[in-house]
């Protein structure tokens, strides 16, 4: 299986900053590579696949970049309502295998 | 819009067995394939299986094969996840997912709102 590892496991930034997510697969997995977002007792929710792109009616604070084993998840201006937990997934083989998950807190 | 509500979950007793449905609207049903993902309490998300938009190909986890049985009927829009032989460690939120293609599995969304299963005695 493909082992995705995302740091940091937890995160507390201002609002207005920019935040960086790193997402690392245990092997090239080309660029299929998608992040969510799960706000608390809510269904995750597509925020970006194919590593960079930007899924529809996603605000475009939201970015994400990277190819073969190392991606980026980065919004550009934190927001209040942006407090949630991020997870990256990749679908190169089966089984779908995603991140252990990165809570992201208002400081 | 597109819609996917779930529901059958509940508590059941270790070995017991159980039936999650998944019912869909708001979109060619058929022509997508369709996934159920686990939330373990305070856990990550973990994938558990997938079919096919025709429902002749399916896939599942490890941790759930030979126990679990994913199936459709798209003469109903939905999607259906057997689980037998459950174990204590098979208590989770379960989502079903609607996926980006025919074929089983690439990305997905939406989500179902999730229904819960606990299995304890």
């Known amino acids: 299986d493909i082992q995705m590892t995302q740091s940091p496991s937890s995160l507390s930034a201002s609002v207005g900053d920019r935040v960086t997510i790193t997402c690392q697969a245990s092997?090239?997995?080309?660029?299929?590579l998608n992040w969510y977002q799960q706000k608390p007792g809510k269904a995750p929710k597509l925020l970006i696949f194919?590593?960079?792109n930007l899924e529809t009616g996603v605000p475009s604070r939201f970015s994400g970049s990277g190819s073969g084993t190392d991606f980026t998840f980065t919004i550009s201006s934190l927001q209040p309502e942006d407090i949630a937990t991020y997870y990256c997934?990749?679908?190169?083989?089966?089984?779908?295998?995603f991140g252990q998950g990165t809570r992201l807190e208002i400081k | 819009e597109v819609q996917l509500v779930e529901s059958g979950g509940g508590l059941v007793q270790p070995g017991g067995s159980l039936r999650l449905s998944c019912a869909a609207s708001?979109?060619?049903?058929?022509?997508?394939?369709m996934s159920w993902v686990r939330q373990a309490p305070g856990r990550g998300l973990e994938w558990v299986s997938a079919?096919?938009?025709?429902?002749?190909?399916?896939y599942y986890a490890d941790s759930v094969k030979g126990r679990f049985t994913i199936s459709r009927d798209n003469s109903k829009n939905t999607v259906y996840l057997h689980m037998n032989t459950l174990r204590a460690e098979d208590t989770a939120v379960y989502y079903c997912?609607?996926?980006?293609?025919?074929?089983?599995?690439?990305?997905?969304?939406?989500w179902g709102q999730g229904t819960l299963v606990t299995v304890s005695s």
């Open positions: 997912a609607k996926d980006s293609t025919i074929v089983a599995a690439n990305w997905f969304d939406p």
């Open positions: 708001g979109f060619t049903f058929g022509s997508f394939a």
């Open positions: 079919v096919s938009g025709s429902g002749d190909t399916t």
């Open positions: 092997q090239d997995i080309s660029n299929f």
């Open positions: 194919d590593a960079s």
């Open positions: 997934q990749q679908y190169d083989n089966l089984p779908i295998t």
